[in-house]
């Protein structure tokens, strides 16, 4: 996203957070991490973050993990749904979203699918993942 205030994050600080949001869901062992670069395929965010886990449990457990995590260093989310179910739980960061999906749910959306045009940003330190 594009912002006119000075003090606005950058694309590569954001892309930065994204990371670490995804690199958080790792030590929560989230499995499947991709991030999307949607910067150039729509306006409301620049980063999407997608991952997995095993039951409702660890869903939320990630989804905390990653707020907690990123709270710590400065950083407040602006909305989390979906926590109270534990299928899909999106934490709203502004200029990125995080998508901590139950594995059953993650293929029923296939953000992969819908945002095919996105460029991929590797996560380091996972496995690639599997194809829907």
Sequence with gaps: MQRDDANAPTSDSIEALALKAAA????KKAEEPLILDVRELTSYADFFVVLSGTNERQVVAIAEGIARGLREEGHRHLGMEGADQGRWVLIDYGDFLVHVFHQEQRPIYDL????????RVEVPGAPPPRPF
């Design 24 to 27: 958080i869901g790792l030590d």
């Design 112 to 119: 992969e699918g819908l945002w095919a045009d996105a460029r």
